[in-house]
Each structure stands twice: as C-alpha cells, then as structure tokens.
C-alpha cells in the first residue's frame, strides 16, 4: 500500500480502488469515525489497512463538529474531552500547542467544536502508520457477507472487500412532515449552518424544536446581529440548563436507583440534589456524579419503564443532562430578557402561505384550546434526530434492513447490537466481523453519542478487530 498525505488528502472517487482489500473499513468519518481509526492506529505491531467512507471532503466532522462558527462551543469543557482515555489531557495539550493559554486555564474552558475536529483530525494524521490510512470520498450503499468478511458497495461502483466493518453513520436530522410544507415557505435545517447565519437580520424566524439545535441556531442568529423577532416552539417549551463550575468528581452510587421505575427514580433524584442544595452545592453536581452510570440506569429499565421514559421524562431528563456553557445560556437569557426570544410551549398545526411572503405559524399553546398564528419569514427545522431506522433515508440502512442484516434496537430506537457492538441480524444472530459504534446503539445503551462514550466503544472495536482481547460473545 503506497504512502499517503494527511488522511484528508489521500484516496477520492476519480482513483478508483476497484476491488481493494482492508482489514477495516469505516462507515463514516465523523467522530465516531475517527476515533476508531485513532484506536486502530495506536496499536502495536503491523499497521493494519484502514478505509474510512466518507463524502465530506474533511474527517472528523459529522453533523456536530461541521460547523465553522466560533460561537458553537463544546457543551463539555476541555479537560473531559480527549479523545484517548488513558491520557485526559490530550485535548488541552493540543489547544496549548495551538496557542490558546496554558494548560491550567484551558482545563475548565469550552472550546470551539471547530477547534475539536481540528484536533481529531491532527490526532490521526500525527499517529505512526497513519500512511496505511485512506480517505474515499464516497458514500456506501450496501454491505455483503462474503466468507469471512464482506464488501462494501460504494456509490461510484467500487466495491471494497473488509475483514471487519465499522458503521459509523452518526446522527441524521428528523426532516419536517411534508403536511407542514407549502408552496414558498422558507426552511433552514439547523444543521445546515450557513443556511443559518444567511438568514437576513431583520427576518421574523420560527424555530421549530428547543433543544441542542435550537441553541445552535439561536447563537448564529445572535451572532449574525439578527434584529428579528425569534419564536421557538416545541412541546414542552425546555431549553438546555447551564453547565455550573465544576465540582469534585465523587461517585455518588445508584444501588438505590437501579430497583426503582421511572417516577420513583426521578423522585430519589430531586430528594438528593435538595440535600446537595442545602449543603451548598449546585444541582448540576448531583446530574455529574450519574453521569459514568447512564448505561446502567437505562438497562436496568424494563420495556415498560423505558417505554415511561420516552413518553414521560426524557425531554426533562436531557434539559438536565445535556447542558450548555454557561456563557452561551447567558446569550440566549439576553436575546429573551430584550424580548427578541420567546420559547413558547405548544403544538404546531400548520404552516401556511402568509399573502405578504413567508409563512403564517399556526400553534396551540400548551393547556390551552385555542389556536394562535404568527408570521414568520423564515422556519428553522430543529426537531431533534431521527432514531428510527426505517425513516432514516440512507440506501445503506435500507439496503441491510430488506436483506435481514440489521435490526431495529430496543423500542424501535437505533439498531439492535451485542455488548460488544456487534451488529445482530433479523434472525438474533450478532455478525462477529459487523460492528456498529454511537448514535445508532441509542437504544441499547441510550448514553451512546457522546465522547466518552465514543472513545471507549472505539477501543472496544479496535480491540476485537486487533486480536488484543478477544471476548465470547453474550
């Protein structure tokens, strides 16, 4: 295998790999991508041959890290961040590299996510055998058994034989119903983040959703000097909760959680954080001692407690757990404190063609029985990710749903996987060569997107596509 550049440099569509042999190919190269290459990377003894399928013309970005705004800060701060377990200051080591202060002052900063692609991405260039690392700016279409391994369809016709396949496909956006949609209404994916910040200033702008992605959008918006009015609408009209200043990182345990359903355990949370309170400490401690034990609150859950959850507690739940820095929670109280932003809570029944250009917003705010309507030039399309596999318009996923290779996950969320990460067929049977890491093992694990998670899910694999620590499988 010839030498390469940088990883992002190295194989495009027009050097056709024909019928090239790996010893793993990636599916996907956002984060969870690159961090399995970081893992396979790091290994001892003979570099293994590595493909990562991935259109974007740069790795380490996916939906998350894509964004070239330096408004759009990490929602952890640097010191928790690296990509490498065993060293968890390899993050801020970079950004002292970079320029940006010493290391004691970098510890509790929230760096830019555009800052952290870059890191991953000079993470796998700057590893020894990256040279046996290729980049196909491709896109995969189908996966089949072949012997021991597969190949990988990819959509210019190439065809690539793997001893081992990693799904890293990420998150997709959930799209607006086309009900919704009418002739001359103007939507902007809030992942789409120049389509964003091009909205004009004085526009009145409808977001749709309040989570994550509203408060991306919101920021850009802010930050683009936008005069005009911004209405957000979702059910439960919650935004994400500010990060506090990092405390003492004790395992608080959750023996007593783990018998407990839903509402009990959400009742034992609140009498723990009144007495975290009482004794001076701020709630968000209380949600940072659970978070190494997400997985297991979430498997210890029974399909009826689970199904309570999502019906019941996750959009509380995530407010509390997935929170912001505190200076971008400042942003967003000054744009509703000046009245510019409102989060109403309420169901949206309509858009409509408004005579003067954009769209008529009609909603149904919560606890009550009549209809309110708002113009809006411009709908952002924040409603969250897609985690039913069937709905998700990938050829990949279709393809291996219609032939049996893969199977929705718990409660129809992500697809269904081992401990291990390996991919279980429609017949129950997990494909020791099929991997899958992320988003998609949301229903499995549920705390499975973020980088702590991701890291130590990428060791797992490169573990069992090295050889280092071959386990049976449950």
Not at 114 to 128: I, M, Q
Not at 131 to 154: F, K, M, S, T
Not at 183 to 205: L, N, Q
Not at 284 to 300: E, I, K, N, T, V
């Amino acid at each position: 295998m010839p030498a390469c550049a940088p990883p992002s440099e190295c194989m495009t569509p027009a050097q056709d790999p024909g019928d090239a042999s790996f010893d793993a190919v990636i599916v996907g190269g956002g984060a969870a991508g690159a961090l399995v290459a970081i893992r396979l990377l790091m290994r001892e003894g003979d570099a293994l041959r590595i493909a990562i399928v991935e259109p974007d013309a740069q790795l380490a970005r996916g939906a998350a890290y894509s964004t070239a705004q330096p408004e759009h800060l990490l929602n952890v701060i640097a010191s928790r961040m690296s990509a490498v377990a065993e060293d968890p200051v390899h993050f801020v080591r970079f950004l002292v590299r970079d320029g940006q202060g010493e290391a004691a002052a970098l510890d509790n900063v929230f760096a830019t996510r555009r800052d952290y692609a870059r890191y991953l991405r000079h993470t796998l260039e700057s590893l020894p055998g990256s040279e046996a690392l290729i980049h196909l700016h491709d896109r995969a279409i189908d996966i089949e058994r072949a012997g021991a391994g597969h190949v990988v369809h990819l959509a210019s016709g190439a065809r690539l034989r793997a001893s081992h396949v990693v799904l890293a496909l990420g998150n997709a956006a959930r799209p607006l119903p086309a009900y919704l949609l009418h002739e001359g209404v103007r939507v902007a994916e809030s992942w789409d983040y120049a389509a964003v910040a091009s909205i004009e200033p004085g526009a009145d702008v409808c977001i749709l959703g309040s989570g994550l992605s509203m408060v991306d959008a919101a920021l850009t918006l802010a930050h683009g000097g936008h005069r005009g009015r911004i209405l957000v609408l979702s059910r439960h009209g919650l935004a994400p909760l500010p990060h506090a200043v990092p405390g003492a990182q004790h395992d608080g345990g959750i023996d007593d959680l783990l018998p407990l359903g839903v509402l009990q355990r959400w009742r034992r949370l609140r009498q723990r954080i009144a007495t975290a309170i009482e004794a001076g400490e701020p709630w968000q401690w209380s949600f940072d001692r659970l978070r190494p034990h997400g997985q297991a609150l979430w498997r210890s859950l029974d399909d009826t407690q689970r199904r309570r959850f999502l019906r019941h507690a996750v959009r509380y739940w995530d407010i509390h757990r997935h929170r912001i820095a505190p200076q971008v929670a400042a942003t967003l109280d000054g744009l509703r404190q000046r009245g510019q932003l409102e989060i109403v809570p309420a169901r949206l029944r309509a858009l409509t063609a408004d005579p003067v250009g954009g769209s008529c917003v009609h909603f149904r705010p919560r606890h009550t029985a009549r209809e309110h309507m708002r113009h809006a030039d411009w709908i952002v399309n924040a409603t969250g990710v897609e985690t039913n596999i069937d709905l998700r318009p990938d050829p990949l996923l279709q393809a291996l749903r219609a032939r049996g290779g893969i199977l929705p996950g718990p409660q129809g969320i992500g697809l269904a996987s081992s401990d291990r990460g390996h991919v279980i067929d429609s017949r129950g049977r997990p494909d020791p060569h099929l991997f899958v890491i992320g988003a998609l093992r949301i229903g499995e694990l549920w705390e499975s997107i973020a980088i702590p998670e991701l890291r130590e899910q990428a060791r797992q694999i490169a573990d069992a596509i090295s050889g280092a620590h071959p386990m049976p499988e449950n």
